[in-house]
């Protein structure tokens, strides 16, 4: 269980639901720890969060556990969006916990956002990759060209093949470099819109989080990956974490599970402020 997850699920406002699937990654596999991972190497974490004022345990948080994985892809994704819908129909908000960054098609499934925040090393506009389409560098073209995403604003990408690039020149694509994220303003861009925020933990500098099957120099800072989950947060209807491995000492899982609590902390103070709002004006 995730730490501090200790809502019943009928009482649950955020749900955790871990997809530990590894079939697709192109270097070093081990995402199929990366749920239990980040898990555990959150127990550290103090429950209370000071900049928002609350308690982890008092956000209505639930441990669904994970989805086992099986040797079908599209498959397996299409089993866990079903999950998420679920979780979605009760209105409660899920946290996708990787697995490969294929199974994050299941939570923007789930969601049907209309913006497709992302950070991550890479592109992923891939059409396919080896031949697989349900490869994990397909996730992204498939999020706007399959699942009919609006938009897709991917921050700290730096690397790609030429037809990726070619396919991030397009209208509904936005690209943000590394050394560029921390001065990004999202402006109006997600404000009525249905959101969708994806942390491909890679996204990191490998200094900083080198657990994860494609590390790629030159990335992001803990600190800036961090104010752009508070950032947007508040306007997503879901979230995940996802290509955390087994092979450092626990840098990236811990990088993972502190991102996810950022994520709650920020949507839950948003609501209470937002249902204040709303009571103040009666």
């Known amino acids: ?7 019943s699920r009928d009482d649950a406002a955020y749900v955790v639901v871990g997809a530990p699937l590894d079939i697709s990654t192109t270097f070093r596999p ?28 008092d956000c209505c948080v639930h441990d669904e556990g994970d989805i086992h994985p099986w040797d079908d892809a599209q498959e397996y994704v299409e089993w866990v969006a079903g999950t998420l819908r679920d979780v979605r129909f009760d209105d409660a908000v899920p946290l996708l916990l990787g697995g490969e960054h294929t199974v994050t098609y299941a939570g923007v499934d789930a969601v049907e956002p209309d913006v497709f925040v992302c950070l991550d090393a890479h592109l992923d506009l891939r059409s396919e ?13 498939r999020v706007l060209d399959t699942l009919g995403a609006e938009e897709a604003i991917i921050l700290g990408a730096r690397t790609g093949s ?12 936005t690209v943000v470099a590394p050394e ?23 996204g990191a500098d490998p200094a900083f989080a080198p657990g994860t099957g494609t590390p ?67």
Request: glycine share 8%.
């Open 1 to 7: 269980m995730f730490p501090g997850a200790t809502a």
């Open 162 to 173: 030429p037809e990726e690039w070619d396919r991030a020149e397009a209208e509904d694509v």
């Open 129 to 141: 990759y080896d031949g697989n389409e349900w490869s994990h560098a397909t996730i992204t073209r």
């Open 30 to 57: 081990g995402t199929r720890f990366g749920p239990e991972r980040i898990r555990r190497f959150a127990r550290t974490f103090d429950d209370y969060d000071r900049r928002t004022d609350l308690h982890f345990s």
């Open 180 to 202: 560029a994220v921390a001065d990004f303003d999202f402006g109006d861009r997600l404000d009525g819109r249905s959101v969708y925020l994806s942390v491909d933990i890679d």
């Open 216 to 282: 790629e120099p030159f990335g992001m800072a803990p600190r800036e990956m961090r104010d752009v989950v508070r950032t947007v947060a508040p306007n997503a209807d879901g979230f995940d974490v996802v290509e955390v491995n087994d092979r450092d000492d626990g840098q990236a899982a811990s990088l993972g599970g502190k991102l996810l609590r950022e994520f709650v902390f920020s949507h839950a103070s948003a609501a209470n402020e937002g249902g204040q709002d709303a009571e103040n004006a009666e």
